[in-house]
């Protein structure tokens, strides 16, 4: 049909080839629709049961608390209600301390160190390039649909705001990256704190005026000599909570170590290896719990929020363009990214962590939603555990997409409300502060509203308008949350691609020698690949 001289086959023939193969398509997927039997149903259902049950769970639990709200349900009576909610993320959260330790130890430790540094370098790159994406996204979505057009006068205010300097805030993060005790940053973060003290003042005056008001009046003379100055001061405090980047930091260092005392280290590397494969175990179990608990969770919620009539006009333009932005980056430019990089189809990858991002949806915390994370990346997607060890604990603490949009799109929107025209240079800055408040946001629930103060007095705009955005916070907090996991998520497949050729090399290293204990000479020696048969190789080849 074309021709053999170079021309531009016809239109038309084409056309036939593309009807051609459309009609091929048709004929397979109905081959395949018609070859479907029973037992191929039932092993889907049995593959994709935890995803199903969660799902369900979602929309009952919507349900279930739009049902229960004509009841007006008292305080107490809605914490008795969330009760099984609540338990599954205190169930969650007690498995988040071992695991970030146990697996980047053995991730890092299963890697040479010029492995692991390149790895380290792409995860960095790759986080601070969408981090800055999703902040212009943030603040082009704001910029041209200006949801804060008009005043903040009828708007409804919720809450109160705790006041932080910047300079005070990036310290304590740098603090909490070193903890003094190791024991105290599994439940405590360094914060500082603030608190009022009287200063003596020591007034200079001259010695005429000063003996004419001791001969006039003592207490006047006193008074004018000293006077007590009041001024709020930096005082060392915590608050409760895991010091995840502290430990992150530990654990990235006690694994380098690990993994360059070679055989002298093996003992150490397999205990945090058992201990993560056991940590996983409990996972499992846990997902069987966790529909249930994400049903009472959403439902709870809905119950508990205010009414929907203080969601005013402005208000929900906010709403709606925070979900916008939040779209665009979690449907477009994240699967882009992840085809551009890979070329393979991140449909298919994001379809493997459909569960994680449920579990983040209900319980609006990137931490505590790191075990199902690992489980939806190694399981189902198959991603190398070397990488989802390393990438996901690091992840999770310090990669804020969703926080970093929703924060740099909040200030402008705050500045829209008081009718503040914000120039070239004071954008930047809210780009800047708003990605760099976004690592130090604890991967806890709302975290984002702490971090807001810091972009808000960067660029002078008054941080106690944040209470006008807190009444729908607890929605959107869910929504950036999903958006984190799942820029963690992509991150990992991204980081694993590129990785894969020091991944191969280091398997062939491990291929060609085995450890085997020996008590009569050194407590582990080399033995040759010959052997292989008899011993089974370390559980880190496997992967």
Request: net charge neutral; aromatic share 6%.
């Amino acid at each position: 049909m074309t021709k053999g001289n170079g021309e531009d086959p016809k239109p038309g023939s084409r056309m036939e080839r593309i009807q051609q193969g459309v009609r091929k398509r048709t004929l397979l997927a109905k081959k395949k629709v018609q070859s479907i039997t029973k037992d191929d149903v039932k092993s889907y259902l049995m593959r994709n049961a935890f995803v199903l049950f969660t799902v369900v769970a979602v929309i009952l639990g919507v349900i279930l608390g739009f049902s229960l709200r004509p009841y007006k349900m008292s305080y107490r009576e809605v914490k008795y209600f969330s009760f099984p909610g609540e338990l599954l993320m205190r169930m969650l959260q007690m498995l988040v301390l071992p695991l970030i330790v146990s697996s980047l130890v053995t991730g890092i430790a299963a890697l040479d160190s010029k492995a692991s540094g390149k790895m380290g370098v792409r995860a960095v790159v790759y986080y601070m390039s969408t981090t800055i994406i999703a902040v212009l996204i943030g603040i082009i979505i704001v910029v041209i649909i200006h949801p804060g057009k008009g005043t903040k006068e009828n708007m409804h205010r919720e809450g109160k705001i705790v006041q932080v300097t910047a300079a005070d805030a990036f310290l304590d993060l740098i603090r909490n990256m070193f903890p003094p005790n190791l024991v105290e940053a599994c439940f405590k973060q360094f914060k500082t704190n603030y608190e009022k003290r009287k200063f003596k003042v020591a007034i200079p005056s001259n010695d005429t005026s000063t003996v004419t008001s001791i001969i006039g009046n003592v207490s006047e003379a006193m008074e004018a000599l000293t006077r007590m100055k009041e001024e709020i001061v930096p005082v060392p405090g915590s608050v409760n909570g895991v010091n995840a980047l502290g430990l992150v930091v530990f654990s990235i260092s006690f694994g380098l170590v690990i993994g360059s005392m070679r055989e002298q280290g093996q003992a150490l590397k397999d205990f945090f290896d058992s201990l993560n494969e056991a940590i996983m175990r409990l996972v499992a179990l846990i997902m069987w719990y966790a529909p249930l608990g994400i049903l009472f969770l959403i439902a709870g919620k809905i119950v508990e929020m205010e009414d929907m009539g203080v969601i005013g006009g402005q208000l929900a333009m906010y709403t709606v363009t925070v979900i916008i932005g939040l779209l665009i980056h979690a449907v477009i430019v994240l699967p882009l990214l992840y085809f551009v990089i890979t070329r393979k189809n991140p449909w298919v990858f994001i379809g493997g962590l459909i569960q994680a991002l449920v579990t983040a949806l209900g319980t609006s915390s990137s931490s505590a939603t790191l075990p199902v994370t690992f489980k939806c990346l190694e399981e189902i997607n198959g991603v190398d555990k070397r990488v989802t060890r390393f990438v996901l604990p690091v992840g999770a603490t310090i990669n804020m997409d969703g926080t970093a949009l929703y924060e740099a799109l909040a200030a402008i929107f705050i500045a829209q409300v008081n009718n503040f025209d914000l120039n070239f240079g004071q954008i930047i800055t809210i780009s800047i502060t708003a990605t760099a408040a976004s690592i130090g946001a604890a991967g806890i629930p709302q975290a984002g509203l702490v971090t807001m103060v810091i972009v808000l007095t960067s660029v002078g705009l008054p941080t106690d308008d944040i209470t006008l955005i807190i009444a729908v916070d607890w929605f959107l907090d869910r929504l950036r949350t999903t958006t984190n996991v799942l820029g963690d998520s992509i991150g990992a497949g991204i980081v694993e691609h590129l990785s894969r050729h020091e991944l191969k090399n280091r398997d062939a290293e491990m291929g060609n020698s085995v450890i085997e204990e020996n008590e009569m000479k050194k407590p582990y020696q080399l033995i040759s690949q010959e052997n292989e048969n008899e011993k089974p190789i370390d559980s880190e080849t496997k992967m």
